[in-house]
């Protein structure tokens, strides 16, 4: 009964508190209300290649190029230009929107979003003006919703830049913003065109083709940098394929358009809809949280927020901390497609960050583990202790007798090493090596031999997940807090099942704030060891709301985590990341656990190496673990495809109880079948074909046929990969069944 009390309070003064926070910077409706003089006049803004005009019979950004003549909008071209009495059709209001904004009513506990075409432009309450050389402000007012937001439009040699800052959106007493929509139709194909698709950063990369559609419509979105860990996963069952990089697309004949989220990708959605034959169009856009939020389940006989919900949104305060701000780039030209898309964030990533290539002369990820928990009993009383499977000695002998038989074909990473291997325990684990795995003094011998040897060689460290004080951490006072200001409490998935163990136990994601802290005392212990090469998983791949701190709402930014990276760099250590998103690969000297697909929804109808083709021969990348794939071919023929490297986890002495712990999917790690995987990828002649693409860059992708798929490189190397039961030939090539080819090969 105290707990139901409990939850009701919370969920009762959360509300309370968001309202009396509700107040935001207020933006001067006057200013703009003054213009509504010349409201039917238009706004132009010429530059050297595209000229930006305000619509002001439409309500539009127009977006032209000064040679081509042709014309982009915020909003479909062909929904703005639909012939109602001749078509037949009416649009749908959305598809006529540069804005959707969602809010939470207070009083009634639902969710409505605000549609700019039906509940601003067509009361009038739309004002535009030129506020700088290459800048329109555009203020769109919710005036029933008592709630209006500003957006900016600046013209840049690419495109259009979309901004909102967050402290200039107005909100009434009773409905609080939760998320903002930018130009969700600006990517956006008409479902009875041909050769028309939308691209989504899902994994490896997405396709969803607008004329393909055999099944109800589908509204897909995901989390940039994946899911907020800082919400309750009692309702979430499964993992899906996370979003690494910001950037989305579509394409249509010869012309197309892509979005990158430039500020406040951490806090956005990305979001596609498709088969919806009520809209018309095929459509993926970014959508921002203003506020985060926890779900709760409410107490008997307390209605949630729907008539047979039992749960509700306990939502923050608003996020103020950081613009959200997409770039939107016009494609063109015959046979531009998703690689066009892939090339122009390669440049711009390349610009950011001054990219230089880089090459790795090895060909294998062999990730090494440590120990695992395991429960031993004394005299009848369990205690944990560290079941070793491998050891500092042993690791020692297995490098060597993999660099005797393949000189140069491995990168090394150490996983499992610390206080409680494997297994979540203190920060780092615990700074330090189990003493059952070896001694300090014979780790820093390890790495001073593989230095003298030319072998490069990493250690894994956790700097986000514990379970247990220590090392100056303390769960109860340095673990982040969620919406509630409760310590975050995460569980385990199952990898094979992609669904929550309670049985594997829970975690804690220590404070955002707290990180960097944490990556200088691992600085300090890397010092004693001589280890020079550093992996860290989890930072390279999460990111999370911490509401302790308001700097980091609704997962916002990125700059903590690029700071411990960038600090890294400085300090002279080499960076191995597994599943990095972008903000980290581009710090890294290797990745693994690079996507071989998408999420596995129905909607999306091709997989492309997308994130591949954007860091190729920036950074040496491999997959997930060979070992534990259902299909060896098959996932070796995708890492062919894709240009990229294979990983393999080894272990001295594999111990079974692994099948039941978090690392179950860590299966097929003796040493004996890292042997056998040798055999298989020399019977491949996968050795052959990493020396021909390691270090070259992909310049373009075509798929061929559902089966057949052509990656070429800028070394001219061509390679041809068949998925099918069935040899595949053309007047050019011919591929054996479950088999590749390469061209172009000296």
């Known amino acids: ?52 005009q305000w619509d002001s019979g439409k309500k539009v950004i127009i977006l032209k190029d000064n040679v081509t003549g042709l014309v982009w909008s915020t909003t479909p071209e062909t929904a703005l230009n639909n012939n109602i009495a001749e078509s037949g059709k009416k649009n749908n209001p959305q598809t006529e ?40 402000s555009v203020m769109y007012d919710f005036s029933k919703a008592e709630i209006t937001v500003v957006v900016e439009y600046k013209l840049t040699a690419d495109g259009i830049s979309i901004q909102i800052d967050p402290k200039r959106i107005s909100e009434g007493k009773k409905k609080l913003v939760t998320n903002i929509a930018l130009a969700p139709f600006a990517c956006a194909v008409d ?169 790795a002369n090895e060909s294998v990820s062999l990730r090494i583990l440590g120990g695992i928990m395991s429960t031993e009993f004394d005299f009848g009383i369990p205690h944990s202790v560290l079941k070793p499977l491998t050891t500092i000695n042993q690791t020692e002998k297995i490098i060597g007798g993999l660099e005797e038989a393949y000189k140069g074909q491995f990168v090394y990473n150490l996983d499992g090493f610390g206080k409680t291997g494997l297994d979540v325990g203190e920060i780092a684990g615990g700074y330090r090596i189990n003493s059952r795995l070896g001694s300090q003094s014979a780790l820093k011998k390890l790495f001073e031999k593989c230095k003298d040897e030319g072998i490069n060689i990493f250690m894994n460290f956790d700097l986000l997940r514990f379970n247990a004080s220590g090392s100056g951490f303390s769960t109860y006072s340095d673990a982040a807090l969620a919406a509630t200001q409760k310590r975050v409490n995460k569980n385990f998935y199952d990898i094979v099942t992609k669904k929550r163990n309670m049985s594997y136990g829970s975690y804690k994601l220590l404070k955002r704030s707290e990180i ?77 656990n690079v996507p071989l697909s998408s999420s596995d929804y129905d909607a999306y109808d091709v997989d492309v190496p997308f994130y591949q083709m954007v860091f190729s021969n920036f950074v040496p990348m491999y997959s997930q673990n060979w070992g534990s794939a259902s299909d060896d071919r098959e996932m070796l023929l995708k890492v062919i495809e894709s240009g990229i490297g294979i990983s393999l986890y080894a272990a001295a002495e594999y111990d079974t109880e692994i099948l039941s712990s978090p690392q179950k999917s860590m299966y097929s790690v003796s040493f004996e079948n890292l042997k056998s995987r040798m055999k298989q990828l020399e019977d491949a002649r996968y050795f052959e074909y990493y020396s021909k693409i390691k270090d070259a860059a992909i310049t373009d992708h075509i798929i061929i046929n559902k089966d057949v798929r052509k990656t070429v490189f800028d070394n001219g190397v061509e390679i041809y990969v068949n998925y099918s039961e069935n040899s595949f030939k053309d007047s050019e090539i011919e591929i054996e069944a479950k088999g590749y080819i390469m061209k172009g090969v000296s």
Not at 219 to 240: C, M, P, R, S, W
Not at 536 to 560: P, Q
Not at 562 to 573: C, G, S
């Open 1 to 52: 009964m105290n707990r139901k009390i409990n939850i009701l309070t919370v969920f009762i003064v959360s509300i309370s508190m968001l309202l009396l926070s509700g107040c935001s910077e207020k933006v001067s409706l006057s200013s703009y209300k003054s213009i509504k003089s010349n409201s039917t006049e238009d706004i132009v803004i010429s530059g050297a290649k595209y000229s930006m």
């Open 97 to 136: 929107s540069a804005l959707l904004v969602t809010y939470y009513d207070t009083e009634k506990y639902i969710q409505n979003t605000l549609i700019s075409a039906s509940d601003a432009i067509k009361y009038g309450k739309v004002y535009a003006k030129k506020t700088a050389e290459n800048t329109i």
């Open 191 to 359: 479902n009875n065109s041909d050769d028309s698709y939308v691209f989504v950063p899902s994994g490896s990369g997405a396709l969803i083709y607008s004329n393909n559609k055999t099944y109800a419509s589908s509204t897909i979105t995901q989390g940039v940098y994946g899911d907020d860990l800082a919400v309750n996963e009692e309702f979430k069952n499964t993992i899906t394929a996370k979003i690494n990089i910001p950037v989305y697309g579509a394409i249509s004949g010869n012309r197309g358009m892509m979005s990158i989220i430039e500020e406040g990708a951490s806090s956005a959605d990305i979001v596609s809809i498709s088969g919806n034959n009520s809209l018309n169009y095929t459509t993926v856009y970014a959508d921002f949280a203003v506020r985060g939020f926890e779900i709760v389940e409410q107490p008997d006989g307390v209605q949630g927020t729907s008539n047979t919900s039992k749960t509700a949104k306990v939502f923050s305060n608003p996020n103020r901390n950081e613009n959200y701000k997409a770039l939107l780039i016009p494609l063109q030209g015959d046979g531009i497609s998703y690689v066009d898309i892939a090339k122009k964030y390669r440049s711009y990533l390349s610009e950011k960050y001054d990219l230089k290539s880089k090459t």
């Open 516 to 592: 960097f802290d944490a990556s200088n005392k691992l600085i300090k212990y890397l010092n004693k060891t001589s280890i020079s090469g550093v992996s860290l998983d989890t930072l390279s791949n999460k990111i999370y709301s911490d509401y302790s701190n308001e700097k980091y709402y609704c997962k916002s930014g990125t700059d903590d985590i690029e700071k411990v990276f960038k600090n890294l760099r400085n300090k002279k250590l080499s960076l191995f990341s597994s599943n990095a998103n972008d903000y980290v690969a581009v710090y890294s000297d290797y990745i693994d």
